[in-house]
């Protein structure tokens, strides 16, 4: 399979992949918000008052932000969401890793204290690190298969191409490898 015909599917397989990690996430944590709390309390970073409502909107947002994801709506909102979340987490392990802290970052459910040896904040990093690289790439170019976006916006409207791409119709959102107007487009366009 050539490239660039190739860069639609992995996009998908990202989007759906990335967004599947945030359905899990999301839904681990609500069955136990004791659990959502004390994880958000053990970073020893926001107010008492803050505790509950991040505890409860967090698992909330990634519920939302994932399902959005999966179905291929609001992807560059979803992605750059998915971005800042993951920047805020990459920070607030850091900084329990540097203060010394013996937490569990509590990513998918649980969460708080654990003993020495325990942590596993190297490996939390590079993780959210990698999810962030996935959210970044969705966030530049969204457009992917098997998106309902692409059901609902109708069909696109093709301009003299061989090839039409029925989920990559705006060059600038297409993606590495997707074809852009030539000079015998625009002269075309201008014939008309």
Known sequence: ???????????????????????????LK???????????????????ALVGPV??????????????????????????????????????????WARGLQIDCGCFGGGGQVEAGETAYLSEVLRDVALL????????????????RSVLAGPPIHHGTDDPDPDDTDPDDAGPGAASPTDEDHVRVSQL
């Open 133 to 148: 690289a996935v959210a970044a790439a969705l966030a530049r170019w969204p457009r992917t298969r098997l998106a309902l």
């Open 55 to 96: 505890a409860f909107g967090l698992p909330a947002l990634e519920v939302l932000v994932g399902l959005a994801l999966v179905a291929g709506v609001a992807v560059r909102a979803a992605a750059v969401t998915s971005a800042v979340v993951l920047v805020v987490f990459i920070a607030a392990v850091s900084s329990a």
């Open 30 to 48: 609500f069955p136990d918000p004791a659990a959502a709390e004390r994880a958000v309390r053990a970073y020893q970073l926001l107010p008492e």
């Open 1 to 27: 399979m050539h490239l660039s015909r190739a860069t639609p599917w992995l996009g998908t397989t990202a989007r759906i992949g990335l967004g599947v990690v945030w359905l899990v996430a999301g839904a």
